[in-house]
Protein backbone atom coordinates (compact mmCIF):
# COMPACT_ATOMS: atom_id res chain seq x y z
CA UNK A 1 0.00 0.00 0.00
CA UNK A 2 1.53 3.10 -1.31
CA UNK A 3 0.53 6.88 -0.32
CA UNK A 4 0.69 9.20 -3.12
CA UNK A 5 0.88 12.43 -1.28
CA UNK A 6 2.23 13.16 3.05
CA UNK A 7 -0.30 15.38 3.61
CA UNK A 8 0.62 16.60 7.36
CA UNK A 9 3.33 18.37 7.01
CA UNK A 10 6.54 17.62 9.95
CA UNK A 11 7.72 20.23 12.28
CA UNK A 12 10.76 19.02 11.79
CA UNK A 13 11.38 20.21 8.13
CA UNK A 14 13.63 23.18 8.58
CA UNK A 15 15.61 24.11 5.89
CA UNK A 16 19.66 25.35 6.40
CA UNK A 17 20.11 28.84 5.12
CA UNK A 18 23.80 27.66 3.31
CA UNK A 19 22.57 27.96 -0.36
CA UNK A 20 21.53 24.84 -1.02
CA UNK A 21 19.00 24.84 1.57
CA UNK A 22 17.58 27.57 0.10
CA UNK A 23 17.51 26.29 -3.70
CA UNK A 24 15.99 23.06 -2.06
CA UNK A 25 13.49 25.03 -0.31
CA UNK A 26 12.28 26.47 -3.74
CA UNK A 27 12.56 23.52 -5.50
CA UNK A 28 10.02 22.01 -2.68
CA UNK A 29 7.82 25.02 -3.22
CA UNK A 30 7.50 24.14 -6.98
CA UNK A 31 6.59 20.68 -6.52
CA UNK A 32 3.78 21.92 -4.19
CA UNK A 33 2.40 23.90 -6.88
CA UNK A 34 2.82 21.22 -9.40
CA UNK A 35 0.83 18.35 -7.62
CA UNK A 36 -0.81 16.60 -10.47
CA UNK A 37 3.07 15.32 -11.51
CA UNK A 38 2.41 13.19 -8.21
CA UNK A 39 -0.20 11.34 -10.01
CA UNK A 40 2.27 9.87 -12.90
CA UNK A 41 4.72 8.97 -10.29
CA UNK A 42 2.15 6.60 -8.35
CA UNK A 43 1.35 5.29 -11.50
CA UNK A 44 4.82 4.14 -12.25
CA UNK A 45 5.08 2.75 -9.02
CA UNK A 46 1.80 0.60 -9.22
CA UNK A 47 2.68 -2.98 -10.43
CA UNK A 48 -0.18 -5.09 -12.77
CA UNK A 49 -1.50 -7.83 -10.69
CA UNK A 50 -0.19 -6.15 -7.46
CA UNK A 51 -3.24 -5.16 -4.80
CA UNK A 52 -3.11 -2.31 -2.42
CA UNK A 53 -2.52 -4.35 0.94
CA UNK A 54 0.65 -5.17 2.80
CA UNK A 55 3.26 -3.18 4.15
CA UNK A 56 3.28 0.68 3.27
CA UNK A 57 6.31 1.37 0.58
CA UNK A 58 7.68 5.20 -0.18
CA UNK A 59 5.02 7.53 -0.59
CA UNK A 60 4.84 8.71 -4.25
CA UNK A 61 5.74 12.19 -3.18
CA UNK A 62 9.14 11.25 -1.37
CA UNK A 63 10.09 8.71 -4.29
CA UNK A 64 9.86 11.74 -6.83
CA UNK A 65 11.77 14.09 -4.42
CA UNK A 66 14.65 11.94 -3.56
CA UNK A 67 14.60 11.32 -7.60
CA UNK A 68 14.90 14.78 -8.04
CA UNK A 69 17.50 14.87 -5.33
CA UNK A 70 19.75 12.10 -6.88
CA UNK A 71 19.74 14.02 -9.89
CA UNK A 72 20.28 17.21 -9.13
CA UNK A 73 23.10 16.61 -6.64
CA UNK A 74 24.60 13.57 -9.17
CA UNK A 75 24.86 11.36 -6.17
CA UNK A 76 24.96 7.41 -6.13
CA UNK A 77 22.00 5.55 -4.42
CA UNK A 78 24.30 4.60 -1.78
CA UNK A 79 25.44 8.85 -1.43
CA UNK A 80 21.81 9.50 -2.02
CA UNK A 81 20.96 6.87 1.06
CA UNK A 82 23.72 8.14 3.57
CA UNK A 83 22.36 12.08 2.96
CA UNK A 84 19.00 11.36 3.57
CA UNK A 85 20.10 9.85 6.92
CA UNK A 86 22.38 12.42 7.57
CA UNK A 87 20.98 16.14 6.36
CA UNK A 88 18.14 17.61 8.27
CA UNK A 89 17.90 19.82 4.73
CA UNK A 90 17.45 16.67 2.46
CA UNK A 91 14.97 15.34 5.03
CA UNK A 92 12.87 17.62 4.87
CA UNK A 93 12.79 18.10 1.17
CA UNK A 94 12.33 14.43 0.49
CA UNK A 95 9.52 14.30 3.16
CA UNK A 96 10.28 11.11 4.36
CA UNK A 97 7.75 10.15 7.12
CA UNK A 98 8.89 10.04 10.64
CA UNK A 99 11.59 7.84 11.23
CA UNK A 100 12.09 6.37 7.76
CA UNK A 101 15.74 6.39 6.07
CA UNK A 102 15.32 4.06 2.71
CA UNK A 103 18.61 1.87 2.18
CA UNK A 104 20.03 2.26 -1.54
CA UNK A 105 18.30 -0.83 -2.73
CA UNK A 106 14.76 0.81 -2.13
CA UNK A 107 16.07 3.78 -3.69
CA UNK A 108 16.95 2.13 -6.49
CA UNK A 109 13.68 0.08 -6.71
CA UNK A 110 11.18 2.77 -6.57
CA UNK A 111 13.34 5.49 -8.43
CA UNK A 112 14.42 3.36 -11.28
CA UNK A 113 10.57 2.60 -11.41
CA UNK A 114 10.01 6.42 -12.95
CA UNK A 115 9.44 5.69 -16.84
CA UNK A 116 10.70 7.92 -19.49
CA UNK A 117 7.40 8.81 -20.17
CA UNK A 118 7.18 10.73 -16.76
CA UNK A 119 10.59 11.79 -16.67
CA UNK A 120 9.42 13.67 -19.97
CA UNK A 121 6.31 15.10 -18.61
CA UNK A 122 8.20 16.45 -15.54
CA UNK A 123 10.91 18.20 -17.98
CA UNK A 124 7.65 19.99 -20.06
CA UNK A 125 6.62 21.07 -16.74
CA UNK A 126 9.41 22.53 -15.91
CA UNK A 127 9.70 24.49 -18.73
CA UNK A 128 6.51 25.64 -19.18
CA UNK A 129 6.91 27.01 -15.68
CA UNK A 130 10.44 28.63 -16.46
CA UNK A 131 8.39 30.17 -19.85
CA UNK A 132 5.43 31.38 -17.95
CA UNK A 133 7.72 33.25 -14.93
CA UNK A 134 10.11 34.33 -17.70
CA UNK A 135 12.86 32.52 -15.91
CA UNK A 136 14.31 30.92 -18.89
CA UNK A 137 13.40 31.50 -22.24
CA UNK A 138 14.23 27.84 -23.02
CA UNK A 139 15.57 28.38 -26.60
CA UNK A 140 18.78 26.84 -26.26
CA UNK A 141 20.47 23.68 -24.77
CA UNK A 142 23.98 23.73 -23.27
CA UNK A 143 25.39 20.17 -23.48
CA UNK A 144 28.58 19.58 -21.50
CA UNK A 145 30.93 18.24 -24.06
CA UNK A 146 34.50 18.04 -22.10
CA UNK A 147 36.83 15.84 -23.47
CA UNK A 148 38.51 13.27 -21.33
CA UNK A 149 41.06 10.72 -21.49
CA UNK A 150 39.73 7.55 -21.74
CA UNK A 151 40.89 3.95 -22.45
CA UNK A 152 40.48 3.75 -26.05
CA UNK A 153 41.90 2.99 -29.38
CA UNK A 154 43.03 5.58 -31.78
CA UNK A 155 40.59 5.60 -34.64
CA UNK A 156 42.29 3.84 -37.43
CA UNK A 157 42.22 5.64 -40.90
CA UNK A 158 40.78 3.99 -43.86
CA UNK A 159 43.35 2.51 -46.27
CA UNK A 160 43.02 5.27 -48.94
CA UNK A 161 43.66 7.89 -46.28
CA UNK A 162 46.64 6.26 -44.58
CA UNK A 163 47.97 6.18 -48.25
CA UNK A 164 47.57 9.58 -48.88
CA UNK A 165 48.60 10.75 -45.80
CA UNK A 166 51.89 8.40 -46.59
CA UNK A 167 52.48 9.79 -49.77
CA UNK A 168 53.15 13.23 -48.80
CA UNK A 169 55.69 11.77 -46.33
CA UNK A 170 58.47 10.35 -48.64
CA UNK A 171 59.02 8.87 -52.21
CA UNK A 172 59.86 5.19 -50.39
CA UNK A 173 56.83 5.32 -48.61
CA UNK A 174 55.07 6.71 -51.82
CA UNK A 175 56.45 3.53 -53.31
CA UNK A 176 55.35 1.27 -50.48
CA UNK A 177 51.55 2.52 -50.89
CA UNK A 178 51.85 1.18 -54.43
CA UNK A 179 52.99 -1.72 -53.94
CA UNK A 180 51.58 -3.00 -50.84
CA UNK A 181 49.08 -2.27 -48.40
CA UNK A 182 50.47 0.67 -46.29
CA UNK A 183 48.89 1.33 -42.88
Known sequence: MRQERIT???LFDIFATHEIGRELKQISQ??????PLLRLISNDLRRDGVRETGRRGLPAEAVLRCAL?????????????????????FRAFA???MGWTPKKAVLQQTISA???????????????????????????VR???????????EPRLPFHVRCARNLGQSRQATAHCYGTRCG
Do not use: C, G
Open 8 to 10: QAS
Open 30 to 35: WLDQHR
Open 69 to 89: LKQYRQLSYEELAFHLEDSAS
Open 95 to 97: RLP
Open 114 to 140: ITAASWEAINQTVVRSARQTKLEPAAM
Open 143 to 153: IDSTVVKALMH
